[in-house]
């Protein structure tokens, strides 16, 4: 079948969120790690391609993002949503701003919207500013994330530097009017030459009265929250068929590896919940491993019953986090931990692990490369935003999530487990 909604995330945790979300519809996802070398053949209604562009360099950004735009153009696709974080994880640089206008100008469309919101996970927008929880995103604890410190809560000025075009807002008084109201807004919007809105959402309601508004726009950008609208309004108007094959999941058996590169606030605590409820767990110190090298924790790895489920973290606090930076650099050392990890998932692979845990996006996206896996079907949730996904590495069948630095509740790492448990 043609794809309807071709769908571009900018890392790997963002993409299973995202076709985890579109999954729950009923719909057929698919999700591709990186760019298909193949043309399109045996697509799905609902194709999400994941990339590592998050903290690339901008113009590899842009490059790397056309070229999943053109293959699911060639899949059929003519609807596209780019995902990036429900934080709007980003630099003054981009890459969120200059993605939008190279993928707009390919579009030949002269107006998206940005909607990060995820109600369920606890980020609302109003009156443009994002909120974590109760806090602006600038005083939560995305204001210390190692590789994109977000230090403002206005995402039209986060935005308006990374831009050529006007930025505007459609607020949530708008949006509480409803569907005709939004679109009105953004038509007056466009008359105003106003290409890129931020869109105020602080409810699911919210979320659904956008997704209608927008569902025919070219371009939507935001949060996997607002495109997880979206399938129900195709499926109503015979645009998509329920056809997801309901399938058990496979049983891959017990072995396991946990790996955490993340050094969220909640990633911070399921590590501290895992070990004590009595995990065997490595700490990956960065200092030691830029002298020592990965032998420690290798050999660390080959000693444990991977029916266990070991633990190996790099996951630290800010303070922590800040004196390795300023030690090692901020790009050598999370280059260096990731490579760690991702060295870390080949050898527990090879020793039998077939579920695969990994906490932080850029950690999932250096794994699933060591791990050579090109393709994953969306099995079932663990939590908001955080599925199962089944796939095969070096001709094996293998069960993989991966959790983005604040997803999932304090017992995730417990909870993954249980759930491929359950009958
Ligand atoms: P998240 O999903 O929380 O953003 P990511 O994996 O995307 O997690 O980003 C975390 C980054 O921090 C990675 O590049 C990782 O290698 C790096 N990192 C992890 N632990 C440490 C540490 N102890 N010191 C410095 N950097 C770290």
Redesign the pocket.
């Known amino acids: 079948m043609s794809t309807v909604l071709g769908c571009i995330a900018d890392?790997f945790?963002g993409a299973t969120d995202l076709a985890g979300l579109l999954a729950r519809s009923g719909v057929r996802v698919s999700l591709r790690i990186g760019v298909p070398t193949e043309p399109p053949s045996q697509t799905s209604p609902v194709e999400v391609i994941a990339l590592k562009s998050?903290t690339a360099p901008v113009a590899e950004a842009v490059a790397e993002t056309r070229a999943a735009l053109a293959w699911l153009q060639r899949a059929g696709a003519q609807r596209f949503f780019w995902k990036y974080?429900s934080t709007f994880?980003c630099t003054d640089a981009g890459n969120i701003g200059p993605v939008a206008e190279a993928l707009m100008a390919d579009l030949g469309t002269d107006q998206t919207i940005y909607c990060p919101a995820f109600p369920e996970n606890g980020r609302s927008i109003y009156m443009g500013h994002l909120f974590v929880g109760q806090q602006p995103l600038a005083e939560s604890s995305m204001k210390d994330?190692?590789?994109?410190p977000m230090r403002d809560s206005n995402l039209m000025r986060l935005l308006t530097p990374q831009v050529t075009r006007a930025v505007g807002l459609a607020n949530r008084l708008v949006v509480a009017q409803g569907a005709p109201a939004l679109r009105a807004k953004l038509d007056r919007l466009k008359a105003d030459g106003v290409a890129h809105v931020i869109v105020d959402a602080v409810a699911d309601e919210d979320l659904h009265i956008i997704a209608e508004a927008c569902r025919d726009m070219p371009l939507i950008t935001g949060g996997s929250a607002v495109a997880m609208a979206l399938p129900a309004l195709y499926l109503a108007d015979g645009t998509l068929s329920a056809d997801a094959p309901k399938g058990p999941s496979p049983d891959v058996g017990k072995s396991t590896i946990v790996l955490s590169?993340?050094?969220?606030a909640m990633?911070n605590k399921q590590v501290a919940t895992y070990v004590a409820q009595g995990a065997p767990a490595y700490q990956?110190d960065?200092l030691d491993l830029a002298k020592a090298g990965t032998h420690g924790v290798l050999a660390w790895l080959a000693a444990q019953n991977l029916t266990k489920a070991p633990l190996i973290y790099?996951?630290?606090d800010p303070s922590?986090?800040k004196a390795?930076?300023e030690i090692l650099g901020?790009a050598a050392?999370?280059?260096?931990?990731?490579n760690t990890?991702a060295a870390c998932a080949v050898a527990a692979r090879d020793a039998g692990a077939r579920r695969i845990i990994v906490?932080?996006?850029?950690?999932?996206?250096?794994v699933t490369k060591a791990l050579g896996v090109l393709q994953l079907d969306i099995g079932a949730e663990i939590a908001p935003g955080v599925p199962w996904t089944f796939c095969m590495s070096d001709g094996k069948q293998i069960a993989l999530t991966l959790?983005?630095?604040?997803f999932g509740t304090e017992t995730f790492f417990a909870d993954a487990q249980e759930k491929l448990e359950a009958p």
């Open positions: 890392d945790t998050r974080c994880d994330h190692p590789l994109t590169g993340s050094c969220s990633t990956l960065p790099a996951t630290a922590s986090v390795a930076q901020i050392v999370g280059q260096m931990i990731e990890l906490a932080g996006g850029e950690t999932s996206g250096a959790k983005s630095g604040n």
